[in-house]
């Protein structure tokens, strides 16, 4: 069954074919619980009326009299009393007169029901019988001191002991009347089924032409037109809800091919400024080959391949971070030793110094290379924005490692505090502490301390900037590692 379904390709088809055998099958049982029921009622009248013909005639030989002819009797019922050996004594109508309406001999007790087809003297002549097939009541009644009204001999001698009564009521109507009614219904059933098979199909089809239209307008949608939207229905349901939930998606699909666009754009106009400084650098040298100091040139152009080379770095690593193919190499790493090594590297200036005193000791698992550019990357900006102190702190608490790297800088404005994280995302690009920055550092950092589990902020702070991050700590390897989602969201 289900097998068939699932070959009618269409839903509209579908639910017409259910609809329809739903509903036929509904009919077709209420049909012939009609006709039976009406059945039953006809011949339960039927039969009421030829008990009290049997009562009467009962009543009438038990007063002691057998009358010849028999009252007519109620309705279309026909009467007749056998005595010994099946001899009729009385009958309703003359054709009733010579043979027994039934053979069939009741108990001593009670009425016997029974169906003969035919009663003698049925549809023929003057006083023709109704037709067959007739109810039969036969009840046996005492025949002592019965006296026979106006019979012979003969019928005194057929008394015995009993005779039996017998009503015959005729079923004929019953039989008329249930085959019209069912040839009736057998006739309007495929009406209603046709019609009901009509309004499924309407109601389908009106129901799926929306989604018919969503399935068009989704089919044309390449990615060069994701500001088109699937039509919604104002039907409030199932389908409307789908309608919304593509065109959310659409959004967000548009969003990142946005973002995607910008990202591209924004770093080949950062590629081309280095380019185009080697490039003129180079061709003022080789207009004026004779008067060029060729090394300063050379380190000139050197210094702008440095920065090419770095910005492609940083773009394959945003990348590759991003699409999660950057091996996270789980190994314990000592945060600490990362953090003093970075201070250790930078050369001393007499402008920045930095305050490492609040560094203690902090493990986290992870990648150390990975690890140690979120360090250097936070502490390259503090130094080129500090005034004059970088502090720099880590500890661990609850089960996770907390690296703060603050300055006395110019700090970063409120507004902007999500922002900088963003790729190229550079605080007025003209200050010059800024320079040389492509405004790929914090994001990078962003990424690898997600990777990790972890969480990066802007905090407050009283003076310059103050970035927080929050990393898992390092478990050992029996526990499970727990890494806080909650923290990871306070922190983010
Ligand atoms: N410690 C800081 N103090 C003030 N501004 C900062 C600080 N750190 C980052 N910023 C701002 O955030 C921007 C983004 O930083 P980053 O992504 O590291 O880019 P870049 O260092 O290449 O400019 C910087 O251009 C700068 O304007
Ligand atoms: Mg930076």
């Excluded at 109508?93 to 009663?119: A, K």
């Excluded at 409120?414 to 994001?443: H, M, N, Q, T, Y």
């Amino acid at each position: 069954m289900t097998g068939v379904f699932r070959r009618v390709a269409s839903l509209r088809a579908r639910a017409t074919l259910v609809g329809v055998l739903a509903v036929s099958v509904a009919l077709c049982l209420g049909a012939v619980g009609l006709v039976s029921e009406l059945r039953s009622a006809m011949t339960e009248g039927i039969e009421v009326t030829a008990r009290s013909q049997l009562d009467d005639v009962a009543s009438l030989l038990r007063a002691g009299t057998l009358p010849a002819q028999l009252p007519a009797g109620r309705g279309d019922t026909i009467t007749q009393i056998v005595g010994a050996g099946g001899r009729v004594l009385a009958w309703s109508s003359p054709s009733l007169s010579t043979s027994p309406i039934s053979r069939s001999q009741p108990g001593e007790e009670g009425v016997q029901l029974s169906r003969v087809d035919g009663v003698p003297g049925a549809a023929s002549g003057a006083d023709a019988q109704p037709e067959g097939p007739f109810l039969v009541l036969a009840q046996r009644v005492p025949a002592e001191g019965l006296s026979v009204g106006g019979a012979d001999g003969q019928v005194a001698s057929a008394l015995g002991s009993t005779v039996t009564v017998y009503v015959a009521a005729t079923l004929h109507p019953v039989d008329q009347a249930t085959a019209t009614v069912a040839w009736s219904l057998a006739a309007g059933l495929p009406v209603v089924i046709g019609l009901v098979a009509i309004l499924i199909w309407l109601l389908a089809g009106r129901t799926l032409r929306p989604v018919e239209a969503i399935r068009e307008e989704v089919a044309d949608i390449s990615g060069d037109d994701l500001h088109r939207r699937v039509p919604v229905p104002d039907s409030h349901d199932e389908v409307a809800r789908l309608a919304e939930t593509m065109n959310e998606m659409l959004d967000r699909l548009q969003a990142a091919a946005d973002a995607q666009r910008r990202f591209v754009s924004d770093a080949s106009h950062e590629l081309r400024s280095p380019l185009a400084v080697l490039q003129a650098t180079l061709e003022i040298a080789l207009a004026h080959p004779g008067d060029i100091p060729w090394p300063v040139v050379a380190s000139d152009a050197l210094g702008e391949a440095g920065r090419l080379q770095g910005l492609v770095e940083d773009l394959l690593l945003l990348a590759s971070l991003e699409n999660g193919s950057q091996s996270r190499r789980q190994e314990d790493v000592d945060l600490d030793e990362v953090v003093m090594e970075e201070i250790r590297r930078r050369r001393p200036t007499s402008r920045v110094v930095f305050d490492p005193s609040r560094v203690s000791a902090a493990r986290v698992d992870g990648n150390r290379r990975q690890l140690a550019r979120v360090v250097q990357n936070l502490i390259d900006n503090a130094e080129r924005h500090a005034a004059g102190v970088v502090t720099v702190e880590l500890s661990e608490e609850d089960g996770s490692a907390r690296l703060v790297v603050a300055d006395d800088g110019p700090g970063i404005p409120p507004g902007r505090r999500e922002w900088v994280f963003d790729r190229f995302a550079r605080i007025d690009e003209a200050r010059s502490l800024d320079a040389g920055g492509s405004g790929l550092g914090l994001a990078i950092t962003r990424e690898i301390v997600l990777a990790h589990g972890g969480g990066i902020r802007v905090a407050d702070s009283n003076r310059g900037a103050r970035l927080e991050v929050v990393l898992p700590c390092a478990v050992d390897d029996q526990d499970e590692p727990d890494i806080g989602v909650s923290k990871q969201e306070t922190v983010r």
